[in-house]
Each structure stands twice: as C-alpha cells, then as structure tokens.
C-alpha cells in the first residue's frame, strides 16, 4: 500500500471546482481565514469537514471527547478505526488527509482556560456542543472580541442561526436564568431551565414536534436518555453552519440571530413566528412540555401479579 504523503498536493488543483460557486478571490479569503469550532462530533464536525473542503486552511479545534461505537451512526470524523481515541486528534488527521498544507490548532479539553487567546486569533466560531455552561461561556467571550458565531437548536429539524457581535446572546434571547451570574455557581436546577427553555423556543417556532417521539424526547431533556441523533438531521444541519459560515467570511448576508428551521420531510423553510403569534403559541407549548417533562420523570406503576 502506497501512502500519499501530500508531495503531489496542488492547492488551485484542489479547489478548482469550487470555482464558478466561488470566485478565485474568494477562494483565496476562504483560504486565509481562521475559524474555531468548539465540539468537533456531530454538526460540528460535519461543519469543520464541509469548511476543509471549502478550501478554509486554518482552523482551531476543541473536543474533549473519544470516539465511541454510538458515535458512528452521524459522525463524519468517527469511523471503527477512531474508536476509543481522542476525537480532536483523530480529527486532525483525517484533515491531513484531505488537504496536507492545513493548519488546525487543537485545544483540546482545556479550550476554555484559552478562549480568549482562540478568540482573538478568529473571528469566526461555530458552536458544535450540546453543553449549555460551556456555550453560554463561549458565547460571552466571542462578545468580548467582537467574534460571531454560527450555530444550530437542539432539533428534530435541521436549523441554524447567526448571532453577530451586537446581537443579544441566546441567553438573553430565550431567556435563560443565566444572565449577569457567575457559570460556576449554576445549579442543575438553573441548566434543566436553560434547556426547558431553548426546547420551548423549538417547539413553538418549528414543526419539530412532528418528526420525532415526543415521549423518547421528553426523557431526553429531563437526563434519564442519551441526546437522540440521526445522520441525516445532523450532518445536513452542519452543512447549513458550513454554508453560514462561507457566507460570513465573505461578506454576504447570513441568516439572523434567531436563525431558521429546514424541514426536509415537507420541503420547506419555516422561521420564527412573529412575536405575538409566538407569545400565545408559547404559552401553551410551556403548558404541554411540563406535562410531558412530569410524565417522563414519574416512574411506572407496577401492578401486582392477581
């Protein structure tokens, strides 16, 4: 077996059909931009993939992780070969492989003692973590260096939103218990309410409810079931990032910090419901997903053999 060690590597070769999407100048500015993606799994190792191709030559990476077999059922970087092994590191390898010149600086487990020094040296963030303290931390952070970051809704759906410097911070937007407080003195208590509310947030403005077990999702969100994912939803939801961030880099309008549902099974894009449509719809989605939360935290009622 002949191992390619990059010496036939042509830069234009391998961008060269991207062409006609992209216009040569805009290549280059993809090639010498910088982004970090914080969690390198699901989206957002399909995001950091779709971005390599692009032809983006510059990256920090953080995970701090190891490849399991549940992981390969969406996870463009997880093959039998990974398992068990660092998912940054492994992810920096297959990159190697597809373009030998890239430069990925990986933070690993410890990226948050770092944020500010990864935050000055890129503009560009995507947020591909399911962990709520560590985004809100990211997210206060890429404020205070002016970064904007590109990001999906924990959905059934494929999503993605924008937030720019001067946005409000999806703590503020969905109106986590978080705000103006010290992350390490947040209860189990206060992140339940952060993910209750980032979930009525979905329920209200998308379909989702339609595309998946409600029951199996309720017992996701109140911690007794692992985050339910599929290959699909996922891996199209990093290329929607992907496709935000291109379009960031290059100067071209983005969608906003509220961001949009892509609804496949129906064909269609839905987006946030006007404010007070959303307020009425809201209420009753709160009212529904308590009842659906309580239900999947009582246990079940055993009878006794007659």
């Known amino acids: 077996m002949v191992i390619n060690t990059g010496a036939n590597f042509d830069y234009g070769e391998f961008t060269t059909r991207n062409i006609g999407f992209v216009s040569?100048?805009?290549?280059?500015?993809?090639?010498?931009?910088?982004?970090f993606v914080c969690g390198v799994g699901g989206m957002g190792g399909a995001c950091l993939?779709?971005?390599a191709r692009a032809g983006i030559e510059q990256f920090h990476i953080a995970d701090l992780d190891h490849?399991?077999?549940?992981n390969l059922n969406r996870q463009v970087f997880a093959t039998l070969d990974s398992v068990g092994h660092d998912k940054a590191e492994s992810t920096m390898e297959a990159l190697r492989k597809i373009n030998p010149n890239i430069q990925v600086t990986n933070h690993g487990a410890n990226w948050q003692g770092k944020i500010d020094e990864i935050c000055r040296a890129c503009r560009f963030v995507v947020n591909g973590m399911d962990d709520v303290v560590a985004g809100i931390a990211l997210y206060r952070c890429a404020q205070r260096h002016d970064c904007t970051v590109v990001d999906a809704y924990a959905a059934s759906l494929p999503s993605v939103f924008v937030v720019k410097p001067g946005?409000?911070?999806p703590e503020q937007r969905l109106g986590f218990p978080t705000q103006g407080r010290d992350l390490e003195k947040l209860t189990p208590e206060d992140i339940d309410a952060c993910k209750f509310a980032e979930i009525s947030f979905v329920l209200t403005h998308?379909?989702?409810?339609?595309?998946?077990?409600?029951?199996i999702a309720a017992e996701m969100v109140s911690g007794s079931r692992a985050r339910i994912s599929f290959a699909p939803m996922v891996i199209t939801t990093?290329?929607?990032?992907a496709y935000e961030m291109i379009k960031l880099i290059l100067g071209k309008p983005t969608a906003d910090d509220r961001g949009y549902f892509f609804n496949p099974m129906d064909i269609k894009v839905e987006k946030p419901l006007p404010i007070f449509v959303a307020w009425i719809k809201g209420f009753f989605v709160r009212l529904f997903l308590r009842k659906l939360l309580q239900g999947a935290a009582e246990p079940a009622v055993k009878e006794e053999p007659k």
């Open 67 to 70: 490849f399991e077999v549940s």
């Open 24 to 35: 040569k100048e805009e290549q280059e500015t993809l090639r010498q931009s910088c982004v």
């Open 238 to 241: 990093g290329n929607l990032m």
């Open 206 to 215: 998308s379909s989702t409810h339609r595309h998946v077990d409600l029951a």
């Open 167 to 169: 946005d409000a911070r």
């Open 49 to 51: 993939l779709s971005l």
